[in-house]
Nanobody
Framework: EVQLQASGGGLVQPGGSLRLSCAVS????????IAWVRQAPGKKREGVSC????????FYADSVKNRATIYRDDSRTTVYLQMNSLKPEDTAVYYC??????????????????WGQGTQVTVSS
């Protein structure tokens, strides 16, 4: 059974940083693509970053490019999303998703994707 556990969210001031973690079990990270997808109230769901397990390629939405870094640990059980220079518009619930679609111009969950429970990120002064 594939399980994903997201954590690391919180309240941060504009300009601050957070590192989100996604602990993955039941699947090898080398065999899947892990994406971070966020959902803000009243807004469409947005895929913000993705890590391809096969080749290690990384993908970022324009909204977070140059402010976010996705990577995995050496044990290949956890995927992180480091976010810097946070803005109020980054406020959302962030979910990690397995078996995601990672493309240069599109990051999204698929029908067969598994979702973690989400972690709230609030950027406010």
């Amino acid at each position: 059974e594939v399980q994903l556990q997201a954590s690391g969210g919180g309240l941060v001031q504009p300009g601050g940083s957070l590192r989100l973690s996604c602990a993955v079990s039941g699947i090898t990270l080398d065999d899947t693509a892990i994406a971070w997808v966020r959902q803000a109230p009243g807004k469409k769901r947005e895929g913000v970053s993705c890590l391809s397990g096969r080749d290690g390629r990384t993908f970022y939405a324009d909204s977070v490019k140059n402010r976010a870094t996705i990577y995995r640990d050496d044990s290949r059980t956890t995927v992180y999303l480091q976010m810097n220079s946070l803005k109020p518009e980054d406020t959302a619930v962030y979910y990690c998703v397995s078996d995601a679609l990672c493309l240069v111009d599109r990051i999204m969950a698929l029908v067969g994707s598994e979702w973690g429970q989400g972690t709230q990120v609030t950027v406010s002064s």
